[in-house]
């Protein structure tokens, strides 16, 4: 299990920390969109006036076989109208709800278009790759977290031991087993729930024998997905209004937060809505389906008991529902998960450094540059993806790549020369990535208040930008712990080997 534990975590550990990072961003996935897209900053309303939402789809949209909007929230002030244009891609854009005035392109992917898909598929789309390999890593998870309960002899020792002033083995060690025990059952939850979730594309086999091939059949049953065929006559809408109370009756109050219109304008035009997920743990399927022309409810759909407890893990998991004081409990556990990593990666470095260095072996050097790219390497990316948010004009492009592209190139490229570095100033690359890190957070919060004129004193006095001065903060914060981490590793020295005895002690 020893074994088992060390080089599952040493071999995946990289990817382990990509996942946590960009999982634990994914929480405030909502409220880093207010800060990458200035012109989203608006007053929260839960009433938008759907008359000129329905002119400015017709004017976007007149083709688009469906319109998709989802409805404004406290975290999400905005329509977001969501369709299918003329060149066949799927397209994003975001309406001011009462006027239905159409707002500029945000020209970014931000939280919920490029960190959030990150957590869960990496980007990475070629049969399903990105999929698979945050299974993978889902799946060591597990087996990281029941291998360490089975090699902790002193499991709840370990929960209040921590050891600042011992040697940085020592240390690293009460503080690897610390996050470990301490946030051992949201670690697991979530490792389970993110396998759950996906059930789906891990486990094909069974949705194929049980509809005998059939997806269309079992994404009625699980999910009620219903539409009607277009007949090519030209049709009237009536009401949403209407039919948005309706639903909101059939479910004992619960309004609507998704509203999608098929086949707009044809006489067979169906009107679905979905529940909101805003007040309960589960993101359900609750769905009612409505005649387009007449209002009539169609079909009704609710989740059975199966399909009910699936999507209530995923809610548990993608924590969509209005509770604050639990956000940040996730967002806090979440970053305890890559602490439990990056401990780990150290552990690993400075119990072998002084032994690898005697033997001539490249294993330290090797792991030592994966460990700073993978921790402090994705935090700089990060904050190079914010900063060049702010920096780019909107109409920026570049050999054929929009405003939003180049921000999703910078991420990588900038992630890439963190591992060259790594590898290149050995010794010194913590320290001087963490420099980076305190210039780049406190530079993206300069930016931001230049830029839009959304200062600290400005988004404190405003409610509805409080989402933009929790950023700014945090930024803040960020840049502090990673200064005064460069301070420390500058006493240090050039980063030492351990000594014999603090070798025998983490022994």
């Given at each position: 299990m020893g074994w088992l534990h060390t080089w599952a975590g040493v071999v995946l550990g990289a990817l382990l920390f990509a996942v946590f990072w960009t999982g634990t961003l994914s929480v405030f996935d909502k409220e880093i969109d207010r800060w990458m897209m200035p012109e989203t900053r608006l007053a929260a309303t839960d009433r938008p006036s759907w008359p000129p939402l329905l002119d400015t789809a017709r004017e976007l949209a007149p083709d688009a076989p469906f319109w998709s909007f989802f409805l404004p929230s406290e975290r999400v002030p905005v329509v977001r109208i969501f369709y299918r244009n003329s060149a066949g891609d799927f397209t994003f854009r975001d309406i001011e709800p009462r006027t239905g005035v159409l707002l500029p392109d945000a020209g970014t992917l931000a939280g919920t278009?490029?960190?959030?898909?990150?957590?869960?598929?990496?980007?990475?789309?070629?049969?399903?790759?990105?999929?698979?390999?945050?299974?993978?890593?889902g799946m060591a998870t597990l087996v990281l977290l029941l291998?360490?309960?089975?090699?902790?002899?002193?499991?709840?020792?370990?929960?209040?031991?921590?050891?600042?002033?011992?040697k940085l083995p020592r240390s690293s060690l009460d503080l690897h087993n610390l996050t470990g025990v301490l946030a051992l059952p949201f670690h697991f939850v979530m490792a389970l729930s993110g396998l759950?979730?996906?059930?789906?594309?891990y486990f094909p086999t069974v949705v194929s024998i049980a509809y005998d091939g059939d997806r269309a059949a079992f994404n009625r049953d699980a999910f009620g997905s219903f539409q009607r065929d277009a007949a090519g006559v030209p049709g009237s809408?009536?009401?949403?209004?209407?039919?948005?109370?309706?639903?909101?009756?059939?479910?004992?109050?619960?309004?609507?937060?998704?509203?999608?219109?098929?086949?707009?304008?044809?006489?067979?035009?169906?009107?679905e809505m979905r529940r909101t997920v805003a007040r309960s743990v589960d993101l359900n399927v609750d769905a009612v389906h409505f005649d387009a022309a007449t209002g009539e409810v169609l079909r009704t759909h609710a989740a059975a008991p199966v399909v009910?407890?699936?999507?209530?893990?995923?809610?548990?998991?993608?924590?969509?529902?209005?509770?604050?004081?639990?956000?940040?409990?996730?967002?806090?556990?979440?970053l305890s998960g890559c602490v439990m990593i990056a401990t780990g990666y150290i552990y690993w470095l400075e119990t072998r450094r002084k032994r690898h260095a005697a033997q001539g072996l490249p294993g330290v050097r090797i792991v030592e540059g994966l460990t700073v790219g993978s921790v402090s390497g994705i935090v700089i990316a990060t904050l190079t993806f914010f900063v060049t948010n702010r920096?780019?004009?909107?109409?920026?492009?570049?050999?054929g790549q929009d405003r939003a592209a180049l921000e999703v190139w910078a991420f990588y490229l900038v992630w890439l020369v963190t591992f060259a570095h790594a590898w290149a100033r050995h010794g010194r690359a913590w320290r001087e990535q963490c420099w980076a890190i305190a210039g780049l957070a406190v530079l993206a919060v300069?930016?931001?208040?230049?830029?839009?004129?959304?200062?600290?004193?400005?988004?404190?006095?405003?409610?509805?930008?409080?989402?933009?001065?929790?950023?700014?903060?945090?930024?803040?914060?960020?840049?502090?712990?990673?200064?005064?981490?460069?301070?420390?590793?500058?006493?240090?020295?050039?980063?030492?080997?351990?000594s014999q005895d603090a070798l025998k002690e983490a022994e």
């Open positions: 278009r490029f960190i959030f898909p990150f957590h869960y598929s990496l980007h990475l789309r070629w049969n399903d790759l990105g999929y698979w390999l945050v299974g993978l890593a291998s360490g309960v089975v090699i902790h002899r002193k499991i709840f020792m370990d929960f209040f031991t921590f050891r600042p002033d011992r759950i979730i996906f059930f789906t594309i809408l009536a009401p949403l209004d209407r039919m948005a109370a309706e639903a909101t009756r059939i479910w004992g109050g619960e309004p609507p937060y998704f509203v999608r219109v098929w086949h707009p304008g044809d006489v067979s035009a169906t009107v009910h407890v699936q999507r209530f893990i995923a809610g548990l998991h993608f924590i969509q529902f209005e509770h604050w004081p639990l956000r940040w409990i996730y967002f806090l556990l979440g920096l780019l004009p909107f109409d920026t492009s570049f050999v300069v930016l931001n208040a230049a830029t839009t004129g959304d200062h600290l004193v400005r988004s404190l006095a405003h409610r509805h930008l409080w989402p933009v001065a929790g950023m700014d903060l945090l930024l803040l914060f960020g840049a502090a712990v990673a200064l005064l981490t460069a301070l420390r590793l500058a006493r240090r020295g050039s980063a030492p080997g351990p």
